[in-house]
C-alpha cells in the first residue's frame, strides 16, 4: 500500500531513533519508537480506491462516519440555501481527501480558526480550508476541517485546476472532518451514522441543469 508522501518526516523521526536505541541495545524505547513509525505509516496509508460512474454522482471526500445529512445549518454553511454531508475522521481511519465530484475549483479559501474536538458543534469556528468546484454550472463546496488533534491542512489544488470525480486533493493530520455543501436539488444518498468510503460511496445525485441555466459562479 501506498503512503502519502506528507507522512515520510514522521515515519523517519520514529524510526531512526528506533535504530539508534536498537544499535545501543535499548530494546524497550527502540520498540517504542519502531511502533510510533509503523501507527505513522498506518495513518498516511494511501489505498487506491474504484471511483463509481455514472452521470451527477457526489462521492464521498473521505473516509469516515456521516454527522449530517440534510439541511445545512445558515450560520455555518456558504452563502445561499445548500444540503449539507459532514463526516467525522477518527484518528484511524484513512485521512486522503479526494474531490467529491468533477469540475473545475473556482475558490480555494484557508480561514485560521480554532482547533476545538472536530464533532463538537463549535468546531464550525476551527481552522478549515474551502474549496468550491464549479460541475457545468452547479457548484459543490466541500471543507477540510481540523480537531483537537488535527493541527495541519494539506491542499494540494488550487484556483484553475481540473479535478476528476474521486481524485485526489490532499489531506488532514491526525483526526478531522470533511462538509460538503450541495445544491438543494441533490438527492441524497447516505443518513447519519453511516460509514463511508472516501473515492467510492456515494453521498449523493446532483440534478440536471435545464438548459440555458445560469452559470453557478454568479451565485
Given at each position: 500500500?501506498?503512503?502519502?508522501?506528507?507522512?515520510?518526516?514522521?515515519?523517519?523521526?520514529?524510526?531512526?531513533?528506533?535504530?539508534?536505541?536498537?544499535?545501543?541495545?535499548?530494546?524497550?524505547?527502540?520498540?517504542?519508537?519502531?511502533?510510533?513509525?509503523?501507527f505513522?505509516?498506518?495513518?498516511?496509508?494511501?489505498p487506491?480506491?474504484?471511483?463509481?460512474?455514472?452521470?451527477?454522482?457526489?462521492?464521498?471526500?473521505?473516509?469516515?462516519?456521516?454527522?449530517?445529512?440534510?439541511?445545512?445549518?445558515?450560520?455555518?454553511?456558504?452563502?445561499?440555501?445548500?444540503?449539507?454531508?459532514?463526516?467525522?475522521?477518527s484518528?484511524?481511519?484513512?485521512?486522503i481527501?479526494?474531490?467529491?465530484?468533477?469540475?473545475?475549483?473556482i475558490?480555494?479559501?484557508?480561514?485560521?480558526?480554532?482547533?476545538?474536538?472536530?464533532f463538537n458543534?463549535?468546531?464550525?469556528?476551527?481552522?478549515?480550508?474551502?474549496?468550491?468546484?464549479?460541475?457545468?454550472?452547479?457548484?459543490?463546496?466541500?471543507?477540510q476541517?481540523?480537531?483537537?488533534?488535527?493541527?495541519?491542512?494539506?491542499?494540494?489544488?488550487?484556483?484553475?485546476?481540473?479535478?476528476?470525480?474521486?481524485?485526489?486533493?490532499?489531506?488532514?493530520?491526525?483526526?478531522?472532518?470533511?462538509?460538503?455543501?450541495?445544491?438543494?436539488?441533490?438527492?441524497?444518498?447516505v443518513?447519519?451514522?453511516?460509514?463511508?468510503?472516501?473515492g467510492?460511496?456515494?453521498?449523493?445525485t446532483?440534478?440536471?441543469?435545464?438548459?440555458?441555466?445560469?452559470?453557478?459562479?454568479?451565485?
Open positions: 500500500m501506498k503512503i502519502d508522501r506528507a507522512g515520510i518526516p514522521f515515519i523517519a523521526g520514529a524510526l531512526a531513533p528506533a535504530a539508534g536505541l536498537l544499535a545501543a541495545r535499548r530494546r524497550g524505547w527502540a520498540t517504542s519508537f519502531a511502533l510510533l513509525g509503523g505513522f505509516a498506518y495513518f498516511f496509508r494511501d487506491d480506491r474504484v471511483v463509481p460512474n455514472g452521470p451527477g454522482l457526489v462521492v464521498s471526500p473521505a473516509d469516515g462516519r456521516v454527522m449530517i445529512a440534510g439541511p445545512s445549518d445558515g450560520r455555518w454553511a456558504p452563502e445561499g440555501q445548500w444540503k449539507q454531508v459532514t463526516i467525522f475522521l484518528p484511524t481511519d484513512v485521512h481527501n479526494r474531490s467529491p465530484a468533477e469540475g473545475r475549483v475558490r480555494v479559501d484557508y480561514r485560521r480558526g480554532k482547533f476545538l474536538p472536530a458543534e463549535g468546531s464550525n469556528d476551527n481552522e478549515l480550508n474551502e474549496i468550491w468546484v464549479d460541475r457545468g454550472g452547479q457548484v459543490v463546496v466541500f471543507r476541517v481540523v480537531g483537537i488533534l488535527a493541527r495541519r491542512i494539506v491542499c494540494r489544488v488550487r484556483e484553475g485546476d481540473v479535478l476528476a470525480r474521486g481524485q485526489r486533493i490532499g489531506l488532514m493530520k491526525f483526526g478531522s472532518r470533511m462538509d460538503v455543501f450541495l445544491p438543494m436539488g441533490a438527492r441524497l444518498a443518513k447519519v451514522g453511516e460509514r463511508v468510503v472516501g467510492e460511496t456515494v453521498l449523493a446532483l440534478e440536471d441543469l435545464p438548459a440555458g441555466a445560469p452559470d453557478a459562479r454568479a451565485r
